[in-house]
């Protein structure tokens, strides 16, 4: 109920006053081609509310925000689930619930790129089904000027529940919104799976059922029959969906999706030097 009172006093507030959030979103500085700035909610607005859950998504909406961002993992029976670490620790509640200590453990990897993890004692969603990780709660980050009121409220997301929530987002606030899922660590999440892109694949055609993507290249679906996806309520007539974009930091993955999707791809990097010279850029191009 309280969530509830603070998001219908939100709209209220956001209903007086239309003007700030057009201005926000019209904001035409750092533009090299005349085209509008487009604004992105970074997992939500993790600023105020703990982050990628649903009050920072519907709360990045509200500030005018043209895309919202969601990340995204993987659990162990193959759910996409949305958060920004492959662990649990810093960012929800999981250290209270007695149940779920047993998945508690070291855990060493490398990325594609040669960065190297070492975590201990912490708890990986590749460890935990859905079922374990619907119990968790998410907390806002540690940070003494960011409230720490709404620890508690929020659970974690599957892909499937934010992408629904974009929609109602879009009919419910009269504009479209973007969506700009970054796929975390493709090398993880893929070790073990029955097949190479296990991860891509299931993201891919999620993504394409609720409107977003289009398939270009064949991608075995059938091989994807437990990925059960809930039929979608028609959108009002007239509704515009947003635009999609994937990101991801491993070059490869990136490459995939652009070649099985229609939509356009943010290679992500920051640690390449080589990656931000002319011939690295032709590369990505």
């Known amino acids: 109920m309280r969530i509830h009172a603070l998001t219908t006093a939100s709209l209220a507030i956001i209903g007086a006053t239309s003007a700030f959030i057009d201005d926000t979103r019209d904001l035409k500085w750092n533009t090299l081609d005349g085209k509008k700035t487009r604004l992105v909610g970074h997992r939500g607005e993790k600023a105020f509310l703990p982050e990628h859950s649903l009050g920072s998504y519907w709360q990045a909406a509200l500030e005018g925000a043209d895309y919202i961002e969601p990340d995204l993992t993987l659990s162990k029976d193959g759910h ?12 929800t509640n999981i250290k209270e619930i007695p ?5 508690r453990r070291n855990f060493t990897w490398a990325d594609n790129d040669g960065t190297f993890h070492d975590l201990k ?3 990986f969603i590749h460890d935990m089904t859905l079922a374990d990780l ?22 974690l997301l599957t892909f499937e529940e934010y992408l629904q929530t974009i929609r109602n987002l879009t ?3 009269g504009r479209p ?3 700009i899922p970054e796929l975390k660590s493709p090398k993880m999440f893929n070790t073990g799976r029955p097949y190479p892109r296990y991860f891509e694949d299931r993201a891919i055609i999620t993504l394409n059922h609720y409107g977003w993507a289009n398939i270009t290249k064949k991608i075995n679906t059938a091989a994807h029959k437990d990925l059960k996806l809930a039929p979608l309520t028609p959108l009002p007539a007239g509704t515009k969906v947003g635009p999609s974009t994937w990101q991801c930091f491993d070059q490869d993955t990136a490459k995939y999706l652009s070649a099985h999707t229609d939509v356009p791809v943010v290679a992500l990097n920051e640690g390449t030097p080589s990656f931000f010279t002319p011939k690295g850029l032709d590369k990505v191009a």
Not at 80 to 91: A, F
Not at 134 to 150: C, D, G, H, L
Request: proline share 2%; net charge neutral; charged share 25%.
């Open 177 to 179: 919104f973007g969506v």
């Open 171 to 173: 009919v419910k606030l």
């Open 134 to 155: 619907k119990k968790v709660r998410t907390v806002q980050a540690n940070m003494e000027f960011r409230p720490q009121i709404y620890n508690g409220y929020f659970e």
């Open 121 to 123: 004692n912490e708890y």
């Open 80 to 91: 996409l689930i949305v958060n920004h670490n492959e662990w649990l620790g810093d960012s």
């Open 99 to 103: 149940e779920l200590q047993k998945y």
